[in-house]
């Protein structure tokens, strides 16, 4: 018989004792945690963060995003300043030979009398599963080059380590968010809206600001893939400076495979990527009984195959439950129209952003109350989803410092904190969260739990399987239990 060390049983106790939490309905934890957070304005644009690259119409503001539905595709978009330049992107899989080379399109628009520099959007696909590409793309005699990692291919117990950002800005929390991020070890981010927050400049200044955000995240974006969703900050909806279709420099800019996942937006889609199906829906476009969004999640859902992806995740820019009184009650309509499907899908975990601070709930429901009759408030539910709001990015409109009191039942942590998350997919039915800090400038550990599978986690094959893929956290790796 295999003997355990004294930590392995504390370890397995703990994922005990966090699968417990997560199905009870006692209130949790509000942080008492007060930090001094560096003053909450954007950085001058003469900061070295915004740099402009070295050379004459050089690509800049590179990002990626997955290109099709199952990780094999990546849309590579850029912006050239002065001219179109060239929509080619050289990739391979050794440094410096690019044997393949695909070709995309350019566009550029105006939003006042700013006029946009040259976007290029290039759909590279045909690409294998878990291989590191280089690509360069180049305008002129100014080139650049970059690499990417391509996820495993669609397989149960693919692991993965997803990071999630939402309402992040251009500020200095800002920063001290994409620093902490980009040491995370995580293999591509989870964006949950409000990018730019350049919405809250005027005139000319609205192009300038998404500009400089863009040319601020490059150093994550080049490398690995955002998975976009679309927050309120997006809109965009200026009708004194004559601008009044809503999103057009967020669509303009960033782009989605929505057509793989045969939406008919952009701003909802899906794909699926190792072992998890992500669903990003639009929290600012209409999804009640009858809309295209609300038909299009319904096909979705039908989609879904935990067999090959047991991870269901969900993003939205607005939360569906928030104990904050910022933005309180904003996701109720939402919730009356999904969350019956929500629960019945089993979803594992729902991420928002749009308020700004952290808060986990436990698995509750509120699907009994039908407005005449039933339960009033919301009941533990383990078929529900975990609840995450991870609106701290950083922006430049500060914390939401102020929590309704007392403290719902469903509401299992909560902190006013800037900072980012990560989920950790380790096989089919077990994922580990994190939530951390921007503690002064340090990253810091603060929420962590056991996120269990809701498919695989109560199946009855899941007692075959139990040797092979039930594993607990043990310092330097995982063991079987």
Known sequence: MRRFSVMNHLVIFSVFLSSVLLYRGDAGVTSSFIRSEWPAVDIPLDHHVFKIPKGYNAPQQVHITQGDYDGKAVIISWVTP????????????????????AEGTYH??????????????????GLEHDTKYYYKIESGESSREFWFVTPPEVHPDASYKFGIIGDMGQTFNSLSTLEHYMQSGAQAVLFLGDLSYADRYEYNDVGVRWDSWGRFVEPSTAYQPWLWSAGNHEVDYMPYMGEMTPFRNYLQRYTTPYLASKSSSPLWYAVRRASAHIIVLSSYSPFVKYTPQWHWLSEELKRVDREKTPWLIVLMHVPIYNSNEAHFMEGESMRAVFEEWFVEHKVDVIFAGHVHAYERSYRISNVRYNVSSGDRFPVPDKSAPVYITVGDGGNQEGLAGRFREPQPDYSAFREASYGHSTLDIKNRTHAIYHWNRNDDGKKVATDEFVL?????????????LKKHYIKSVVAGGWIAT
């Open 108 to 125: 550029n628009y105006t939003f006042y009398k700013y006029k946009s520099g040259f976007i290029h959007h290039c759909l590279v696909s």
């Open 452 to 464: 269990h599978n809701q498919y695989w986690g109560k199946n009855i094959r899941r007692r075959k």
């Open 82 to 101: 002065d001219e179109p330049g060239s929509s080619k992107v050289y990739y391979g899989a050794v440094q410096g030979k690019y044997e393949f080379v």
